[in-house]
């Protein structure tokens, strides 16, 4: 029972929750022992497989085909072929396809978001309430435009590219499958996609979206692997690369794609600033600091990772995001009541585990509440670190855990200055009651989204992406069709 405290004659409230267990049920996915490729339609064999596990047990959940060059090559005739048919159907046809194909997502959006949660370790709130709706809105949000590219970009005669491949990361895994793939076929491309590594098994149950769906066989071709499946799609027949993941691998793909004509959009890093003045409403800036870097585990290019906070209010901020912290329940990434499930996969938590580590050698401060970590599984407790100095490691790098360091600035121009001072340039922050100084911050800020008095909101008509080292291109909106065409 939860102890309740009375505040004066006001209702009672709860001093100590707890909660009971309350895990969704797995019995929903059905699971495949093997899987294959998934190239014109069918279900193609590999010589070589490798495991997928679920990364808050380090179970097994089934052995994936690990593509070769030669397996990649023939996705991408595949694609080539179906690329016929598929751009010259009306538009209005091909938008009945993604719109059956948002039904159908939206339809079994529960087995989507469990098997999500299960391959990725995101908590399962996040997947019901987050990436399941927003993959569906995407591709409903481009049905709209197939029938209306020449209304879309007018006297500019769009004609689609022909096969794009795509390569998306581990952190949103259907998310960025319906970022790439929902603009590429409104726009009448055809595609291979290749996903991560470490969660591609929503990839492997959207086949089966597109076979409901009755797409045309061809014109969505999946093909799982490693990084070495990634360079083969790069040096493959593909007319575009559409990347999201690390700056590196990013860079080495710009290198190998230049003067090949080939288009290219890269969604890359990012180190985003989360900028609290001391007019904003504090109880709500804290949840947006929350939200802008515990958000599915700090696994966010654009996660406010570098807060800054006006020196006036530096204390009360600092104060109320410990114990806010102190709420958040880390676990079972199945439980409804989870806010911060799993670690990805093991790289990742070393790598969490190395930066952490240079943090409190350069001498910054660390603060974690008291939790308690599941033995089995990849976990990291939630991180803040103060007397943070901008030339730290944890304030420079991209970390994509759930760490904030916290630093300070005392006038607008300071915090400007401090918040560019990145390579990357992806998202930004701003907490004011001013809309006035919301608007100058935006101006001055080198990212390509700046959320106010809000942060990690999303919609598919709105475009995204970055300056600098965060990349170039767009995705969402009008912006994230634009580099899937060619225009006379
Ligand atoms: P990567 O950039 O390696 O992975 C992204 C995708 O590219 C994956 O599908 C990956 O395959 C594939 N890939 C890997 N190497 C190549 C290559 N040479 N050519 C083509 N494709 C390739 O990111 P990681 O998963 O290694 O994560 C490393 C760091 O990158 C993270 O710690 C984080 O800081 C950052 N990151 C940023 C993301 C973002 O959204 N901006 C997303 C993910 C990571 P495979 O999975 O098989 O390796």
Request: aromatic share 10%; proline share 6%; net charge negative.
């Amino acid at each position: 029972m939860t102890d309740v405290a009375r505040r004066g004659d006001r209702s009672p409230v709860p001093t100590d929750w707890t909660y009971a267990p309350a895990p969704e049920s797995t019995d929903i996915v059905r699971l495949q022992e093997r899987y294959g490729l998934y190239v014109g339609g069918e279900w193609l064999e590999t010589k070589e497989h490798f495991a997928t596990i679920s990364p808050r047990d380090e179970s097994p959940l089934a052995e994936v085909a690990q593509a070769s060059e030669g397996d990649v090559q023939g996705a991408v005739a595949a694609a080539r072929e179906a690329f016929g048919t598929w751009s010259t159907l009306p538009g209005s046809e091909r938008a009945k396809y993604l719109f059956r194909i948002a039904r159908i997502l939206a339809e079994r959006s529960r087995e989507f978001a469990v098997l999500e949660s299960l391959n990725g370790g995101k908590p399962i709130k996040e997947s019901r309430d987050v990436d399941l709706p927003l993959a569906a809105a995407h591709f409903f949000y481009y049905a709209g435009w197939a029938d209306k590219l020449e209304y879309a970009y007018p006297n500019r005669s769009p004609k689609p590219l022909g096969v794009a491949g795509q390569i998306i990361p581990w952190n949103f895994p259907l998310l960025m499958l319906a970022w790439k793939i929902a603009p590429a076929l409104a726009a009448g491309n055809t595609v291979v996609l290749k996903p991560a590594e470490t969660t591609p098994l929503t990839a492997l149950l959207f086949c089966d979206v597109v076979r409901q769906a009755e797409l045309p066989p061809g014109v969505v071709n999946i093909v799982t692997g490693d990084g070495s499946t990634g360079a083969a799609l790069v040096e493959s027949d593909v007319d575009k690369i559409a990347f999201t993941g690390s700056t590196e691998v990013g860079k080495a793909i710009q290198r190998r794609l230049a003067g090949t004509g080939k288009k290219l959009t890269l969604e890359l890093g990012g180190k985003a600033a989360n900028i609290v003045f001391d007019d904003c409403a504090l109880d709500q800036a804290v949840e947006g600091i929350v939200n802008g870097i515990y958000f599915n585990q700090g696994h966010v290019c654009c996660a406010g990772s570098r807060l800054f906070v006006q020196e006036s209010i530096y204390e009360p901020v600092v104060e109320k995001l410990k114990k806010r912290m102190t709420t958040l329940r880390v676990g079972d990434p199945l439980d409804k009541n989870t806010d911060i499930g799993a670690i990805n996969s093991r790289m990742q938590l070393e790598k969490i585990e190395e930066l952490v580590a240079a943090g409190k050698e350069e001498g910054a401060e660390i603060y974690q509440p008291p939790c308690h970590l599941p033995e089995k599984g990849y976990w990291f407790a939630p991180t803040v670190f103060t007397n943070v100095a901008q030339s730290y490691r944890i304030a420079q790098e991209e970390i994509f855990g759930p760490v904030l360091s916290v630093l300070t600035f005392r006038t607008p121009d300071e915090a400007v200055e401090k918040a560019n001072n990145t390579p990357y340039g992806l998202s930004a922050g701003v907490w004011t009651e001013k809309g006035s100084r919301i608007l100058w911050m935006a101006e001055r800020l080198r990212a390509g989204v700046v959320w106010a008095n809000t942060f990690n909101r999303f919609d598919p008509t709105s475009p995204f992406g970055g300056y600098k080292e965060s990349g170039f291109g767009r995705e969402g909106g009008l912006h994230g069709m634009e580099p899937y065409l060619d225009f006379e």
